[in-house]
């Protein structure tokens, strides 16, 4: 069947350009001494997975115990959790992964340390550890030197833990002015910080400035989308997955409807320098997509001198791509134009 066959809205992979995209980031982590993690949270499909460790990833990252699950069973052996896990049940879950691969786990709290802890103990295994430290996210992460030691000496502590070093996100200039300071700090205690764990795609090319990272999380980079474009990270030509979507409406000359709205294309947005609207229509670029309601995306036409026609396909290059392989069950592989398989997406959904 070929592509044009198919039905909308679906999302196909190019897989000439996702091979493009994870050679060129792992060669450039190659080149600069950085271990590579991908994160899989972005295409969760444990053939990419495999994929990303066959070109010399060091191991994955998942964002929840689900994934991670997933990934363990697909064959997938050393997994880091860079999400905050608190509580028995997700002990309990840790523990029957411990107990299967090699994990690590991000902390940085108290309570999210014993959680670990009760899963290495439970496990009967060791469990290595990262302390999450804030780069100017103003999201999760300690926020002093003062709170990373205390973590650290409490994971030295901890019977089954061990301090593998430090994690942080975005990566940035404020991590090396931490990392520096963290190391006198943590170092006068005895105590070596032997990985710093930086991510995001879309300042990747330039993590190798960043003194004293040691790996990279990444994942966006396997499709691209408009932000990583937007941002220099990537051209049009990298972004391998679109969302094929059709014209199914054109009530007044100046809109037209696809048949993708809130349920195939994510809500988040651009910044103003990028562009307007929920995507780039790669065969109508001034078009903007200024509305999604549920099934509807809501198409302003005027700025756009040629206009499509009612059944005409569109191929759109989402805002995030992330969030849209989480809203479709299966995604279409191609390459030069044909179809080639249709695959589950393994890991949708999976958000505890």
């Not at 115990?65 to 069973?73: F, Q, R, T, Y």
């Not at 786990?105 to 009967?124: F, H, I, K, Q, S």
């Not at 294309?265 to 997509?289: C, H, M, Q």
């Not at 390459?335 to 695959?343: A, F, K, Q, V, W």
């Amino acid at each position: 069947m070929k592509i044009d066959q198919l039905e909308t809205p679906v999302p196909v992979i190019d897989l000439d350009r996702v091979e493009h995209n994870l050679v060129k980031m792992q060669a450039y982590c190659d080149r600069h001494g950085l271990k590579l993690r991908p994160h899989i949270k972005t295409h969760k499909l444990p053939v990419f997975a495999r994929r990303q460790m066959e070109l010399g990833a060091a191991g994955i990252t998942c964002q929840k115990l689900g994934e991670a699950e997933v990934m363990a069973d697909a064959g997938l052996s050393d997994i880091l959790l860079s999400y905050p896990l608190i509580g028995p049940a997700k002990a309990a879950r840790l523990a029957a992964l411990a107990k299967r691969v090699t994990m690590r786990v991000a902390v940085d709290n108290p309570v999210a340390l014993d959680t670990a802890a009760a899963a290495a103990r439970e496990a009967g295994t060791e469990i290595g550890v990262l302390i999450e430290f804030d780069s100017g996210g103003k999201r999760t992460g300690v926020t002093s030197v003062d709170e990373a030691l205390a973590l650290a000496e409490a994971i030295r502590a901890a019977q089954g833990l061990r301090f593998d070093g430090l994690m942080t996100y975005p990566s940035s200039a404020e991590t090396a002015r931490f990392v520096a300071a963290a190391k006198q700090r943590l170092g006068g205690a005895g105590i070596e910080i032997k990985t710093v764990s930086g991510g995001g795609t879309p300042n990747a090319w330039a993590q190798h400035e960043i003194e004293g990272l040691t790996e990279l999380r990444v994942g966006t980079y396997i499709y691209h989308d408009r932000a990583t474009v937007g941002a220099g990270a990537a051209t049009l030509d990298e972004c391998a997955l679109h969302l094929h979507a059709t014209v199914v409406s054109r009530p007044t000359e100046t809109r037209a409807i696809i048949d993708a709205g809130s349920k195939s294309l994510t809500s988040d947005r651009v910044a103003p320098s990028v562009g307007e609207g929920y995507g780039l229509i790669l065969e109508y670029p001034d078009a903007i997509i200024e509305r999604l309601n549920e099934e509807h995306g809501i198409l302003d036409l005027s700025h756009s001198a040629r206009k499509p026609a009612i059944g005409e396909r569109v191929r759109v290059v989402p805002n995030h791509v992330c969030v849209v392989t989480n809203l479709h069950d299966e995604v279409v592989t191609m390459r030069g134009g044909e179809r080639i398989e249709t695959l589950p997406v393994a890991a949708r959904g999976r958000t505890r």
